[in-house]
């Protein structure tokens, strides 16, 4: 059974930076979403299995950063330029495919979701 265990979270001033970590008991492509308060869950990267192929959502491109580190199962989230909307709890997944994906019912585990709070 695939474990994800996310962690990095935090409270940050607009503007600042942050990084969140995800890290898999085995090497998969990996997503990771968000869910504010009240809203549904939406997208916020993906990345292939060798790291090699990435995907944004169009709010976060240029701000964000994905990127993994195959020998750790380990999935990052380098967040800059943070702003008071990007407030939420961050999820990552994986999926068996080796692409990533932008549909969060592509992937096949979750984890437990690690909070990000930016102040204005």
């Known amino acids: 059974q695939m474990q994800l265990v996310e962690s990095g979270g935090g409270l940050v001033q607009a503007g600042g930076s942050l990084r969140v970590s995800c890290t898999a008991s085995a090497a998969y492509a990996m997503g990771w979403f968000r869910q504010a308060s009240g809203r549904d869950r939406e997208f916020v990267a993906a990345i292939s299995r060798s790291g090699s192929i990435k995907y944004y959502a169009d709010s976060v491109k240029g701000r964000f950063t994905i990127s993994r580190d195959n020998a750790k199962n380990t999935v990052y989230l380098q967040m800059n330029s943070l702003k008071p909307e990007d407030t939420a709890i961050y999820y990552c997944?994986?999926?068996?495919?080796?692409?990533?994906?932008?549909?969060?019912?592509?992937?096949?585990?979750w984890g437990q979701g690690t909070q990000v709070t930016v102040s204005s």
């Open positions: 997944a994986a999926r068996s495919s080796g692409l990533g994906s932008s549909s969060a019912g592509e992937y096949d585990y």
